[in-house]
C-alpha cells in the first residue's frame, strides 16, 4: 500500500495501454474529416465522447477501481475483447453518423451494447462488493451508473435513428443523453478521480468531505432525473432544470475546490502537466455559462460552441492531462520499480519529460481556439484548420505515449 493506494491489485500493464493509445487515434480520425471538408457534426462529437473520451476514461477505470478503490475486476484480460468490441462499434457509430444509414446504426448499436456489457457487468460486480467507502470510491459507483444511463440513453437514439418509431420529445432525449455524460459519468469520473490524483501527484490538501458529498449528490440528483426523462414523455423545455444540480456540482462547486488547492499546494516545484488543470478548471465555469445560455436564449452558435468547450476544453484537457500523469507512473511502476537502486533507473517523471508535455498542452490550447474560431465563423479553412489541429495533437499524443513506454521499456525485468 502507499498513499491509500494498492498498485499490487492493478490488471496487467498491456490492458490500461491498449485504451490510451486507442484514444489519440480518434482525435487524428476527427482532424482528417474536418481537412476533407466532411464536417459531421455527430460524428465529429462522438470521436470525442467515445472515441477519445471514453476510452482514456474505461482504461483508467480498470486500472483505478482495483487499485483506489479496492474493486478487483474479474477476468482482467477480457479487457481486451472489451476494447476490440468498442474499436468496432466506435467505427459502426461513426460511418452511422457520416452516412445516415440505418443498418449502421443497427451495428454500432450491437456492438456498443456488448462492449458496455463486458466492461460494465464486472466492474460493476466488483465495485458493489468492495467495502471501500472513500469519496473516490463512491464517485467511481456514481459513474459507472453514469456510463449505464448514457448508454441506456444512447442505445434509444441508435435504436430510432434505426428506423424504429419514437413517442418521445427527440430533442429532450438528445439532451438528455448529452448531459447524463456530461456529468453523471465524466463529471462524476473526473471529479472522483481529482480527489485521489491531486493530492497523490501534487500535494494538494485532500478535499473535505461535505465538499465531496456536495458533489456527488448534485451529479447524483441530475442523474436520477435525467434517466427518468429517458423513460418518461419529458419536454424539452423541462430537461434544462434537470440539469442544473449536476451543472453546478461540476461546474462550479468541484473546480472552485481544485483551483484553491493548486494555489495553496505544498509542492511549488512547476510541473507541466498543470497547465492543462489550469486550462480544465477554468473553463468549467465558462461552460456553466455557456450551458445555460444555451437553454435559454436563441443564439444560434452557442450550442456548438458549448459543446466544444465542454469536450475538448474542460474534459479534453484534464483527460491529456491525467494520461500526462498516469502513462509515465503505470510503465514505471511496473518495469522501472522492480530495478530501483540499479544505476541510471528513471525516474516517473524522467520517462516523460516536461517539455513534451509542455507542447502537447500548447497544441490542445491552440486547437482549442481554433476550434472556437471555427465555430464563430463557420468558415471551412477555419474548420480545416482546427481538423489540423485536432490532428496533430493527436499524433503528439501518440508520439509521447510511445516514447514514454519505449524509454521505460529497456528496464523491463527479465
Known sequence: MMNGISPEQGPPLSVPLSFFFTAPLALIAAGVL??????????????GTVGFLLFVMLGA???????VAGAVVPRPRGAHVVHALLVAGTIALITAQARGEAVFFLTAMGLLSLALLGFLVPAGWAAARSRMSTPTAWGMRLALLGLMAVAIAGLRLAWVRGGHP??????ALRLAHAHLGFLGWIGGLVSAVSWQVLPMFY???????????LVLGGVAVTWLALLGSVFAVVPFALVPFLIIPGALAVWAVQPGWALRALLTRKRKRKDATLHLWWVSMTLAPVCLVLGALSAWTSLEKLPQLYGLVVLWGWAGALVHGMLMRIVPFLVWLHWCAPRVGQPGVPSARELLPDRLVTLGAGLHVLALGL???AVLSGELLAWRLFGAGLALTGLWLLRVLAGTVLRGRRWLPA
Open 166 to 171: 419514437f413517442g418521445g420529445d427527440w430533442l
Open 34 to 47: 474536418l481537412l476533407q471538408g466532411q464536417a459531421a457534426q455527430l460524428a465529429l462529437v462522438h470521436l
Open 61 to 67: 477505470l480498470y486500472q483505478m477501481l482495483p487499485v
Open 203 to 213: 500535494l494538494v490538501a485532500a478535499p473535505p468531505l461535505r465538499l465531496t458529498r
Open 371 to 373: 476550434g472556437v474560431v
